[in-house]
């Protein structure tokens, strides 16, 4: 695997991946822009902006054009949007990966934002957040967002709320791209089988013309306040209790992240985690656990998810024993070197997905300025001890620090009494 580091005359950056065996070439184009960017009344507009890409440009007018211009060589042309990110990416035989660099950079530069194709889309994420608050496991995530940063963007669900969607504007639309999507805004990652000169020429011949305007109007991201609620519950009349139980964790550059990152795998990710074993192995009470690791520019998030038809308070009350039992008996060498393992196996695996691998590669550049190679990653994993992975379990794992959503059936106030006392670290 070759790596290099190239940027367009405005300041797009362009990081390539050559790995000989692959057929395809895959392209992503990240901007840094997410929810976390979106003022209240914009909230969704980061979203809004990817759906309406796809409906034409000025070279391809319609969505038949723009999807079938890429779909004629049996390839792929999809995006998506994070908090802090946003991508739209190409896959494609190599042999025609030329033609797809036109497609992305009239994708981004060049979008018609028609007022028919503006209203279309606006019904269609409705619909899509509909079926977002219908789905209690994807719901009680979202929950929890809220519950971790109240009243800041990053607390607010990705894809926006209905009601901001009805209400933003084009020229609202317009102006958010106009002050985001700009060159030193912008990073271009490639992984391919072939990489010839004639594509990062090309790739640079289209990006140089995204201008870069020295007044723009930034969002000023608020500081994130302190978290006040505990608990928050949905009745919903479900056939088990969903659950989200979570706390704030590190940053992406944080020196322990990759402590928190082997303390994710023994606590939750795959069978052989403390918590599966415990609750759905040797518990039988549920058939769905699992914890999920976020890591952002200024904060982060560990999250525990579950349903269940049990009894919710034993539920909750066994996961955080088992959280309790791993800081009052200490990991040990050999979990560590299993988590190690884990992690290291999962790179590989990943690595053998070339669109993943343009993903990693782009949002490492995008967000942290800077890119690692599989083998850097590993030396910083490899350099994890038990002394470091048994500080940050206790400093940061403690019950008052989470926070729980729920979704399901009516709870009553002893459930709920007791919910709160163990989340507040008093049962």
């Known amino acids: 695997m070759l790596l290099k580091l190239d940027k367009t ?121 509909k079926k977002h608050m219908d789905d209690p496991r994807e719901w009680v995530l979202s929950m929890l967002d809220e519950l971790l940063w109240p009243d800041h963007p990053l607390g607010r669900y990705v894809g926006g709320r209905i009601d901001s969607i009805k209400r933003i504007q084009r020229s609202e639309l317009l102006q958010f791209m106009h002050n985001h999507y700009r060159p030193d805004n912008m990073v271009i990652s490639i992984v391919s089988g072939d990489l010839y000169p004639d594509l990062i020429t090309l790739l640079k011949a289209h990006f140089a013309s995204f201008i870069s305007h020295s007044h723009y109007r930034r969002f000023t991201i608020p500081p994130i306040p302190p978290p ?49 074993d415990a609750l759905r192995s040797q518990g039988g009470m549920l058939y769905s656990i699992h914890t999920h690791l976020e890591c952002l520019e200024e904060t982060g998030a560990f999250k525990i998810y579950g349903g269940t038809s049990s009894d919710l308070v034993s539920t909750i009350r066994l996961i955080l024993e088992v959280i309790l039992t791993m800081q009052r008996h200490r990991i040990s060498e050999y979990e560590l070197e299993k988590a190690k393992q884990f992690y290291k196996g999962r790179l590989i695996l990943g690595m053998e997905d070339a669109r993943n691998l343009a993903f990693w590669l782009g949002e490492s550049l995008l967000l942290d300025g800077e890119y690692y190679s599989p083998n850097q990653i590993l030396q910083r994993v490899e350099q994890v001890s038990c002394e470091d992975l048994n500080r940050v379990l206790t400093s940061l794992f403690q019950a008052e620090n989470f926070k729980l959503a729920v979704i399901g059936p009516r709870l009553d106030e002893n459930t709920e009494e007791a919910l709160n006392s163990l989340i507040n670290g008093l049962a």
């Open 9 to 129: 005359e405005n300041g797009v950056k362009i990081i390539c991946c050559t790995i000989p065996y692959l057929k395809s070439t895959n392209i992503a184009v990240w901007v840094k822009v997410g929810s976390k960017y979106e003022a209240e009344s914009m909230h969704g507009a980061s979203h809004f902006i990817e759906h309406l890409v796809f409906t034409g440009t000025k070279k391809y007018p319609s969505r038949n054009d723009l999807v079938g211009a890429v779909e004629t060589y049996g390839g792929q042309l999809n995006a998506f949007v994070e908090r802090e990110a946003s991508c739209f990416w190409i896959r494609i035989p190599t042999a025609y990966s030329l033609q797809c660099v036109e497609i992305l950079s009239d994708m981004l530069g060049n979008p018609l934002f028609e007022e028919q194709s503006i209203e279309k889309e606006r019904k269609v994420i409705i619909e899509e957040l």
């Open 228 to 276: 006040i609620k505990k608990l928050c519950f949905l009745e919903r009349q479900t056939h088990q209790y969903h659950f989200a139980l979570g706390i704030r964790a590190l940053s992406r550059t944080h020196p322990d992240r990759y402590v928190v990152e082997l303390l994710n795998i023994i606590l939750g990710r795959g069978m052989s985690s403390r918590l599966f």
